[in-house]
């Protein structure tokens, strides 16, 4: 839970070799996962990184401001089984927002906003998965071909197991399969996929005004979120990359 707080007391984290993260007041406390399984990162990368949030941490661990640790526990522990995460994630896709515009009759300018930077990312991802995205300014549901829907569902079938996690989180963080899939898969940057997803947000913002103080916060929390998948997904991909150069 993103608002649990755990008391802990520590002086500083340390790493051992780059494999295992410890807690270090007086002697070596391997970090656990919530169902209790050692925490063992898979590069020196990901070990300073997690050791950082940690670090950061003072008298209560609040895990809202953990994200690569808590997708890294996830990665661990999998607490929601790998296949039903895929599941979600072409749940997603079926009511994808991107896929859902604004009819020029009721909004124009939004409309024309959402195709000005929507289109690019739809665009890519058809290429990039050989599918074709059903698009439409309907309130009602636009049912996905199946075929679009088994070509991304193979996908991520083929991901490594750490890749799938960090899919899913940047998939619910960002509300929509299509703009996280461009982010990991296509190389959109965080900031513009952030953007993407708060499009329709700040329109209305910029047309009713905006709770400034909530906003803000939400917007921090997410680039946080989205940061941290990016920074795990990429370095998988790097071992991975390595991995098959020496073979």
Not at 60 to 85: G, N, Q, W
Not at 228 to 243: H, K, Q, T, W
Request: charge should be negative; include cysteine; hydrophobic fraction near 40%.
């Amino acid at each position: 839970d993103g608002g649990l707080r755990m008391q802990y007391f520590f002086l500083s984290c340390s790493l051992s070799l780059f494999l295992s993260l410890s807690l270090s007041p007086s002697g070596k406390y391997t970090v656990r996962t919530p169902l209790r399984n050692v925490l063992t990162l898979p590069s020196e990368t990901l070990a300073n990184a997690v050791a950082l949030e940690w670090d950061a941490q003072r008298k209560h661990i609040i895990t809202a401001l953990m994200p690569l640790s808590t997708l890294c526990f996830k990665a661990t522990d999998y607490p929601v089984p790998r296949e039903e995460l895929i599941s979600h994630m072409v749940e997603f896709l079926e009511t994808d927002t991107v896929c859902y515009r604004a009819s020029p009759r009721d909004d124009e300018k939004l409309h024309r906003l959402e195709n000005s930077r929507w289109n690019p990312i739809t665009e890519w991802f058809a290429e990039f998965y050989h599918v074709h995205l059903a698009m439409t300014t309907d309130i009602t549901l636009t049912p996905q071909p199946r075929q679009t829907l088994e070509r991304v569902k193979g996908h991520l079938e083929d991901q490594h197991p750490w890749v799938v996690p960090a899919f899913h989180a940047a998939t619910t963080s960002l509300k929509s399969f299509v703009i996280a899939a461009a982010m990991l898969d296509g190389g959109l940057a965080a900031d513009e996929a952030i953007a993407c997803s708060y499009l329709e947000t700040d329109f209305q913002i910029e047309r009713w005004g905006e709770v400034e103080w909530q906003h803000t916060l939400e917007r921090a929390r997410l680039s946080a979120d989205v940061a941290a998948a990016v920074l795990l997904v990429n370095e998988i991909r790097s071992l991975e990359s390595g991995e098959k150069a020496l073979g």
